[in-house]
């Protein structure tokens, strides 16, 4: 069995229970513009919870979170801070960890419907600028529709000479029992994995979505990428949310969190995970230190 890498967990709650300046539509992006300071502990919790990769708070840097007129101005020296901050964080840990630059749905999370390819680039562009003379991988996390996740991967083809690790995660349909396992927009995940093979992806992982849906994720992806010799790693970080509905929008308020995912319970999920083949073990949203400290004493 390979090692497991420990990823970190959600950055907005944790910002949250520290008392950042956090509110809608913003949500995680208020504190990368008023307390970086804050953010960079979040990220120390991460680390010296055992994370191995820390991931950038540059997810809500976008339109849809910090409106068009901040985003013209101020978006991309906020992304480059992002990373610079967490670049911070790993030098003064002394840790060998790698930073994770984060490319985020451009229009919104789990809403492939608002996809707008005529302005996609020009969102994505100046983020991926701004992130990569400064992180070492790149993470294009609760991507849900197929386009944009091939835009935004052809952008950082062009745009990052070095040729960093390119991984990308898919949220994943929740809300109710399918045949086979979904993405939101319904394209299947063996659609997607098809695709990300066929683009070089270093890694596939699933996030986002609830841990019970993740397994025949990697189940399949395990079965072809073998079936095409591929050599990519596999890997999954759930959330704590209770499942979603269609046309959720992360700017409506803050979801609830399950009272049962506690870290010995997310736990043994991610013990699943990694008997089917998961090596990038982390959790995104309602999932803290604690959860990632017991992943990184365990796995």
Known sequence: MKAVTILDGGMGRELERRNAPFKQPEWSALAMMEAPEIVKDVHRAYINSGSRVITTNSYALVPFHIGEEVFATQGQTLAEQSAIVARQAVNESEEDVRVAGSLAPLFGSYRADLYNAERAADIARPLIQALAPHVDLW???????????????????????????????????????????????????????????????????????????????????????????????????ANAFPPQSKTATANDGLDELRDDLTPDSYLTWAEKWRELGATLIGGCCGIGPEHIETLSKRL
């Not at 950082?156 to 040729?163: G, K, N, P, Q």
């Not at 809300?175 to 927009?185: G, I, Q, Y």
């Not at 986002?208 to 992806?221: F, L, R, V």
């Open 139 to 237: 993470l294009s996390e609760t991507q849900c529709l197929l386009a944009e996740t091939l835009l935004v991967k052809s952008l950082v083809d062009e745009l990052d000479s070095d040729r960093k690790p390119y991984w990308v995660a898919f949220t994943l349909e929740d809300l109710e029992p399918t045949s086979e396992p979904l993405l939101r927009s319904g394209e299947t995940v063996a659609e997607a994995i098809h695709t990300m093979l066929d683009v070089n992806v270093d890694a596939i992982l699933f996030n986002c979505c609830q841990p019970e849906i993740i397994a025949d994720a990697i189940t399949i992806t395990k079965q072809i990428a073998a079936e095409r010799g591929a050599d990519i790693e596999i890997g999954a970080y």
